[in-house]
């Protein structure tokens, strides 16, 4: 995403510009102190040896200051105290030890030059170990922070996504999936007369109603992902955006590519982009993501097998009927599949299915029926508590399913699918996903689709691990379900 500073409104900032560097300095400059007690009074690793050695702290508040100073210098030139959403923490992480590892062999340089009488080296290593430690801890903790002051509503930035081809589905969908980023979509404005609604996103008019739509929606941002051949268009939105005071973002053609396909070189100063073909869901990745959902189900087997024991007994006591239910369901590349749950629903339910969601008008690509009467008693509680779905884990097993992915649609659910939600059906399916994790059944079809191609584009073994720790609570706490 390319900010174009001219047209920017000031960001509603959650910390003042001087924080972080006023932090880092505190680290650096507590550090020297600790470094200092590490080495003289509790003499680590190595003893001193020679009492004459021992030292006051003072000689040491000079190369304290040079420190600090080559690490603001440094900070600041790579841009590190510039606020940047969606930064990985890989990216901040290998900064800080860049400059730490400078800064440190600058003072070690030092002390070969000038020879002092006293200049401990592996002090120098404490406070380089202390400080870098401190400054990633400071850094993880402000994320933590961040994420959950927007959670919250606090410092988010109302958005408006300009165009609705697959660039804008690709933006809608990162910031659907990535919330603690801050940005609040509010709809989007493209060209073609003939606009619906995705989920929950509203579409808001055409292009010449940017202005009344600024308004309307108190727009804070506009992400413009038009093509680059409409630079006339695209220059007169600008002006619009600037005469509002909003802040706008460009997105290149480049990235209707997955951004995990495109790496950053230069030629004497000319960005290249190349295209590298790498994406998330590579057979290796396939394969662990495979091992983990096989390790994880077997390891967990003898509490579910006890909770698969009791549901069924409690179905088989409730009434009449079959303690499961099977259904045909579309899985990996259109591959259908038999899913199993528990049966929470009186005999016969299929029959009257067509006819109650034609009543309520429920989308019929992800019908959800709020006080669906042919739900028993026992089935309403299984239902909330996710109960009913723990025979899912035969098909995990099976390789039908995977623990994590996107839901697995029926077959007559697929039939109505355009295009672009095909992309959902990628992978294998999920007991849990990102819909789960963000509203289970209250979150409309379009927006889940957003969602799960947001998921296969991003996949990491580490976002598994989230949305799995983040699906417990919501099951507990019965969040989102009917």
Not at 29 to 57: M, N
Request: positive net charge; contains cysteine.
């Amino acid at each position: 995403m390319v900010d174009v500073n001219s047209y920017r409104r000031k960001e509603k900032l959650l910390e003042p510009t001087w924080l972080m560097p006023a932090l880092d300095i505190t680290i650096a400059f507590l550090s020297f102190i600790i470094a200092y007690v590490a080495r003289y009074d509790w003499e680590l690793i190595r003893p001193l040896g020679d009492p004459s050695f021992r030292l006051g702290f003072e000689p040491y508040i000079p190369y304290a200051i040079i420190y600090i100073v080559w690490l603001l210098v440094t900070y600041s030139g790579v841009g590190l105290y510039r606020p940047m959403r969606g930064r990985p923490l890989m990216d901040e992480i290998y900064a800080l030890l860049n400059g730490v590892t400078n800064a440190t062999v600058l003072l070690m340089a030092m002390s070969f030059i000038l020879q002092p009488l006293v200049f401990s080296r592996l002090m120098m290593i404490y406070v380089a170990i202390f400080s870098l430690l401190a400054m990633v801890l400071a850094r993880v903790l402000r994320r933590v922070v961040y994420a959950r002051l927007r959670a919250r509503g606090i410092g988010i930035q109302r958005t408006l996504v300009v165009g609705g081809g697959e660039v804008g589905l690709m933006v809608m969908r990162n910031m659907l999936g990535r919330k603690e980023l801050g940005f609040q979509p509010v709809g989007y404005i493209a060209d073609d007369v003939e606009q619906t609604d995705i989920g929950r996103l509203k579409a808001l008019g055409t292009l010449d109603k940017l202005k009344r739509v600024l308004r309307d929606e108190r727009v804070d941002v506009v992400v413009i992902t038009l093509p680059w051949a409409q630079r006339d268009l695209i220059m007169q939105l600008l002006k619009v955006c600037r005469k509002a005071n909003v802040e706008v973002n460009l997105v290149p053609d480049v990235f209707e590519l997955n951004l995990r396909q495109v790496q950053i070189d230069q030629l004497e100063g000319i960005p290249l982009l190349r295209v590298t073909g790498d994406i998330p869901f590579k057979t290796s990745n396939r394969l662990v993501k495979r091992i983990i959902d096989l390790l994880l189900t077997i390891i967990s087997a003898p509490l579910w097998l006890i909770l698969v024991g009791l549901t069924a007994l409690a179905i088989k006591i409730e009434g009449v009927g079959p303690i499961l239910y099977g259904q045909m369901r579309v899985g990996e590349n259109g591959k259908p599949f038999k899913i199993y749950k528990f049966r929470t629903m009186v005999p016969d339910a299929d029959k009257l299915h067509a006819q109650l969601v034609k009543d309520s008008g429920q989308d019929m690509r992800h019908p959800k029926l709020k006080d669906d009467p042919r739900i028993t008693p026992l089935g309403g509680f299984l239902r909330q508590t996710s109960l009913d779905e723990l025979p899912q884990l035969w098909n995990v097993l099976k390789g039908d399913m995977s623990l994590v992915g996107p839901r697995p649609p029926t077959p007559n659910e697929v039939e109505l699918y355009e295009p672009w939600h095909m992309q959902r059906l990628q992978v294998k399916p999920g007991m849990t996903g990102l819909w789960q994790v963000r509203g289970r059944s209250e979150v409309p079809f379009e927006e889940m689709c957003l969602l799960d191609i947001y998921y296969i584009e991003n996949w990491s073994m580490q976002m598994d691990a989230q949305i799995l720790m983040l699906t417990i609570p919501r099951v507990l706490l019965r969040q989102g379900a009917h």
